[in-house]
């Protein structure tokens, strides 16, 4: 059984654009947890969505937003990219277990 | 704000001895979990703890969890150089505002040296 995939890797903006992240999850489970893992600032919430719709979010702004489709995949989406956007960012597709997928490091330059 | 927060920074210690982390949070939680990352890649679930449980263990692993104090303690015996990575725990908070969110402690850094 596939574990959660993220993609791309690794990412690299420029500053003002926009950085589109993708993950798909286990097979079979209908939610994806965003979460952003900066330099110095821990892992944070970003979103959560399950059979398609935003269920919660975390302290971010709009910029930051994203969509599930009807496979269950998922995009986050950053607008209008900021320096301090530069993570780590992780999906997983339930609240245990081995179910992180392995990141997208975006890097805005 | 972070409400998990590990206890030390960071760890150094030599092959064969044991590593006991600790974390604190604030709120009633469900379940308090820790997770492995090694050199900022993807987390490696090793074991969750439910409110109703005070001590699990798994392989190396023993967890304990005091909801009285709100912290929960990590101990890796017998620590490998393999082991070296950075420690999290996670809590699932019993609050509406926090349903379907896991709350990451800033995480304790280990190096197990051969």
């Known amino acids: 059984e596939a574990g959660v995939t993220q993609s791309p890797t690794h990412l690299i903006k420029t500053r003002g654009q926009q950085a589109t992240l993708r993950c798909s999850p286990i097979s079979g489970h209908t939610s994806v947890y965003w979460y952003q893992q900066a330099l110095g600032l821990g892992l944070q919430f970003l979103l959560w969505?399950?059979?398609?719709?935003?269920?919660n979010r975390g302290n971010f702004p709009p910029r930051f937003s994203g969509r599930q489709f009807p496979n269950y995949s998922s995009e986050l989406n950053v607008n209008a990219l900021e320096l301090e956007d530069s993570a780590l960012y992780l999906c997983a597709s339930s609240l245990g277990a081995d179910t992180f997928g392995s990141g997208t490091r975006l890097t805005v330059v | 704000s972070q409400q998990g927060e590990e206890d030390p920074q960071a760890l150094s210690i030599q092959e064969g001895e044991n590593a006991t982390m600790n974390c604190s949070y604030k709120?009633?939680?469900?379940?308090l979990q820790w997770y492995r990352q090694n050199s900022g890649r993807g987390l490696v679930h090793l074991i969750l703890i439910r409110s109703n449980e005070r001590e699990k263990h798994s392989g190396r692993l023993r967890v304990t969890l005091d909801t009285s104090k709100k912290s929960s303690s990590l101990l890796i015996t017998a620590s490998r150089a393999a082991d070296t990575a950075s420690y999290f725990c996670a809590t699932d908070a019993r609050l509406s505002a926090s349903y379907g969110k896991l709350t990451f402690g800033q995480g304790t850094i280990l190096t197990v040296h051969p």
């Open positions: 969505y399950d059979e398609g719709e935003e269920r």
């Open positions: 709120t009633s939680i469900n379940n």
